[in-house]
């Protein structure tokens, strides 16, 4: 997400590297790459354009200090002028009353049903909600099915009437049913189409007035760039929605929609999303997501998701465990099995500041741990806790047995030697944490 973008903007900088001065002539240089660079990723022009006025209008207010060269101080102008364009800071989600009534809306295939199960979970995990799905689309073939499907992996129940035609009534009899059950929480998930209609717009509008929901999200489908704006300000035209959620941001998208959605509707992106992993929702931070388009990484994000992974007291065992040199394969793995929960690897590696360019063509998910976890399923519940008892003759087995070669065996059992050796080295700091990225895994294999 937004590769295209931070590299254009990333050349815009270098204008100004060397120059002593921010000055008119070498700014107006600086901003009109920026502005192509913004329209290049489907950004309205007219939001592009009154976003480069304001950072020239900044920029030539601004008295640079010795210490700071203008190249920098045109980024940090930059990152803030960002920051307001998506919205300034962070806007929960509105959870006030019992039930709580959250209506999903959008086009078809924007990714409402798939959400609608990971607003479920995430609010059932982090916010303690006992919620329930209302399965409001009675014209997609499967739809129902698949909330239901959605639901079981999340252990959320969803209320369905089959062969009744009306979503309304089907809300309605949601709601009571959530009430009657001691749900306090109720996320009706509705029909899309494939572009915008009256009819689907009535129906939509007559959901909202017969359940009166606290919360209505507008779902749309990153991908589809300056499309989805518009289609979003159609939809807040209707609804008056109270935030948006951005889909598939891990796709082949330019960024537009999330530059130019808050200035267009006036609404603030609430949740994005990307990939199809349940656990993958995040709330939205517009700080944080400048700083991911300018290659400053999203360290805070990172430590969040860790955090959700990593039980701080068997954080505590596991580095008893490595200062007496008693760390396993066993406990190896789980490791990796808390890594994967976090999320796709390429993605948590880019919030690392610096290493998203240095990963931008290399092919890394989560894959990359299936050779490993293979060749670890592969030994003994004796070899894995005590791996001095791998021999030539064993490793021969473990590697027929993963469908790996005996050197990536070799390589994996030396990486962990190295591994074991290094992270009792840095006990001494009282942060397992820190662990995580001197893992084999992290490296590469």
């Known amino acids: 997400m937004f590769d295209n973008l931070s590299e254009r903007l990333e050349r815009s900088f270098k204008i100004l590297k060397g120059e002593g001065r921010i000055t008119e002539i070498n700014v107006a ?67 006030k009353g019992n039930p709580v009534v959250i209506l999903v809306a959008g086009l078809q295939g924007s990714g409402k049903t798939t959400f609608s199960a990971k607003l479920a979970s995430h609010l059932k995990q982090k916010r303690g909600k006992s919620p329930l799905m209302v399965a409001g689309d009675v014209y997609r073939p499967a739809a129902i099915e698949q909330l239901k499907i959605l639901g079981e992996t999340v252990d959320v129940p969803v209320y369905s009437e089959e062969g009744n035609p009306d979503p309304v009534k089907i809300a309605q009899a949601g709601i009571r049913e959530a009430k009657r059950l001691g749900h306090d929480l109720v996320i009706v998930d509705t029909a899309g189409r494939l572009a915008v209609d009256a009819e689907m717009m009535n129906e939509i509008e ?52 999330a530059l130019s959605i808050r200035a267009v509707v006036n609404k603030p992106i609430k949740f994005v999303s990307a990939g199809e992993k349940l656990e993958s929702l995040e709330l939205f931070h517009p700080e944080r997501m400048a700083d991911r388009i300018l290659g400053m990484g999203d360290i805070v994000t990172l430590v969040e998701k860790a955090q959700e992974q990593f039980n701080v007291e068997e954080a505590r065992k596991m580095q008893k465990k490595i200062a007496k040199n008693q760390f396993t394969f066993s406990d190896f793995l789980s490791q990796i099995q808390q890594i994967k929960k ?42 894995r806790e005590n791996p001095e008892l791998i021999n030539g003759s064993r490793r021969k087995r473990i590697s027929d047995g993963s469908g790996t070669s005996i050197q990536e065996v070799n390589r994996l059992i030396k990486q962990f030697d190295e591994t074991r050796k290094l992270m009792k080295t840095i006990t001494t700091h009282k942060n397992p944490m820190r662990m995580m990225g001197n893992m084999p895994a992290m490296r590469g294999r």
């Open 342 to 383: 976090m999320g796709n690897i390429k993605e948590l590696a880019s919030m690392i500041p610096g290493v998203g360019k240095a990963l931008k063509n290399l092919d890394m998910d989560d894959n990359a741990f299936k050779g490993i976890e293979a060749i670890i399923f592969s030994m003994t519940p004796a070899e």
């Open 206 to 257: 007559s959901i909202k007035k017969h359940i009166s929901p606290q919360e209505i999200l507008f779902v749309v489908d990153a991908m589809t760039g300056q499309d989805a704006v518009n289609t979003a300000k159609e939809f807040n035209d209707r609804l008056n929605f109270d935030g948006v959620v951005l889909t598939k941001l891990d796709g082949d998208t330019r960024g537009g929609a």
């Open 29 to 95: 240089e600086t901003l009109k790459e920026i502005r192509r660079a913004l329209l290049d990723a489907d950004v309205n022009y007219k939001i592009a354009k009154s976003f480069t006025d304001n950072i020239k209008q900044q920029a030539l207010g601004q008295k640079i200090m010795t210490s700071v060269k203008p190249g920098q101080m045109m980024i940090k102008i930059v990152h803030d002028e960002l920051t307001i364009l998506m919205g300034g800071s962070n806007v929960d989600i509105n959870l």
